[in-house]
Nanobody
Framework: QVQLVESGGGLVQAGGSLRLSCAAS????????MGWFRQAPGKEREFVAT????????FYTDSVKGRFTISRDNTKNTVYLQMNNLKPEDTAVFYC????????????????WGQGTQVTVSS
């Protein structure tokens, strides 16, 4: 069992930055690949980025490449999402999730989820 708690969301102007954190409970954090997803109002939850157990493999959705950076610190049981040059269309609830298989982008492939943190980007 893994419990995930996101933090770091907030209100920011377009062009600004935020850093999301996701703290995991338990001693098995390094056994899971981690992902970030987001869900805008009225839309389905969509994949943002994923990172392998070691942190050496990373994959992003096209719309955030060059702006977002996913990373993890297995000594702190935490995964991060650094978001730069934010745009109004990035406004969403952001969720972190854990999976046993690196490289998957569908929500059904992730076993554990956090409660989400709101990111709002004003124009």
């Amino acid at each position: 069992q893994v419990q995930l708690v996101e933090s770091g969301g907030g209100l920011v102007q377009a062009g600004g930055s935020l850093r999301l954190s996701c703290a995991a409970s338990g001693r098995t954090f390094s056994s899971y690949a981690m992902g970030w997803f987001r869900q805008a109002p009225g839309k389905e939850r969509e994949f943002v980025a994923t990172i392998s157990r070691s942190g050496r493999l990373i994959f992003y959705t096209d719309s955030v490449k060059g702006r977002f950076t996913i990373s993890r610190d297995n000594t702190k049981n935490t995964v991060y999402l650094q978001m730069n040059n934010l745009k109004p269309e990035d406004t969403a609830v952001f969720y972190c999730a854990a999976t046993s298989v690196y490289g998957v982008t569908n929500t059904v492939d992730y076993t554990y989820w956090g409660q989400g943190t709101q990111v709002t980007v004003s124009s």
